[in-house]
């Protein structure tokens, strides 16, 4: 069993369309929430106050003030970029991964996370965390951290073994806690400065099209102008060397007619003079 900052722990694993609760002493997730697509869909809140009512319905059964609570970000609602340690990384790299999240930049939370091995950029849609944390804190009950499931190495299914994960490194989840003392949404650029990013990108983007269908044009056209054969119709040189068929015809046997003639006409032999 898990045992993160003591007892009476609850972990929150939050997904696009749906979260689920394990709780101390269990393996497996003890409850599940499905997020109905008319209230939120794809990490967007459609309805916020309805969003609220049900998580609250939902969390206040399941959750009581005793319980301290992590919430864990799933692959599905996380963006992430990964490099080895010793790689040179720019500001501008981490603006350039902020701008390619397709979320409103006032809804965006990123940060960039070591590890003993690799550096990652992470981000996500900061809405759906918290909502939870503000729900939760108004009922006296505190969320610890929040944190993404894939730098800890965890993945679906979730279980009470991977989770030990979290609290085998508590260095790890403290500068991976979106909630920690650097706020990370200071240093985001300014939301000019990402809408400028995107559309630098975005034309880019354009002009490298552009200028793949004007190389694909004129190499047609040289390809027919200088490349192209000439259609004409195919000699056939076995036609010219062909030998004529030969008809071979067996000679007509004399008829008892022409033998008759034959014999009239030889010279006969004169056997007076004898």
Do not use: C
Request: proline fraction near 6%; charged fraction near 20%.
């Amino acid at each position: 069993m898990f045992n993160l900052f003591g007892q009476n722990k609850v972990i929150i694993y939050l997904k696009r369309n749906s979260l689920e609760l394990i709780k101390d002493g269990h393996d497996t997730p003890s409850s599940h929430l499905d997020f109905p697509p008319n209230i939120a869909k794809w990490e967007e809140i459609i309805d916020r106050a309805k969003f609220e009512n049900l998580l609250s319905s939902f969390l206040l059964k399941e959750i009581s003030k005793r319980e301290k609570i992590i919430i864990l970000l799933s692959d599905e609602v996380v963006f992430q970029k990964t490099f080895p340690k010793d790689q040179i990384i720019t500001d501008g790299d981490f603006q350039k991964f902020v701008a390619a999240i397709p979320f409103d930049p006032l809804n965006l939370s990123a940060k960039q996370v070591k590890t003993q091995n690799e550096l990652y950029f992470t981000g996500t849609n900061k809405t759906l965390y918290e909502i939870v944390v503000s729900l939760l804190a108004q009922h006296k009950i505190k969320v610890q951290a929040v944190v993404p499931a894939t730098i800890f190495g965890i993945n679906d299914p979730l279980t009470s073994n991977n989770l030990s994960n979290i609290t085998s490194n508590s260095k790890l989840l403290k500068s991976a806690n979106f909630l920690g003392k650097v706020d990370t949404h200071d240093n985001l650029p300014a939301k000019s400065k990402i809408e400028n990013i995107r559309n630098k990108n975005v034309t880019q983007a354009i002009l490298a099209v552009f200028a793949i269908l004007l190389f694909s044009t004129a190499a047609a056209l040289l390809y027919t102008r200088y490349f192209k054969p000439v259609n004409k119709t195919p000699v056939n040189y076995l036609k010219s060397t062909e030998i004529p068929p030969v008809t071979l015809q067996s000679t007509p046997e004399a008829s008892p007619k022409d033998s008759t003639q034959e014999a009239t006409l030889s010279p006969q032999p004169d056997n007076s003079k004898n």
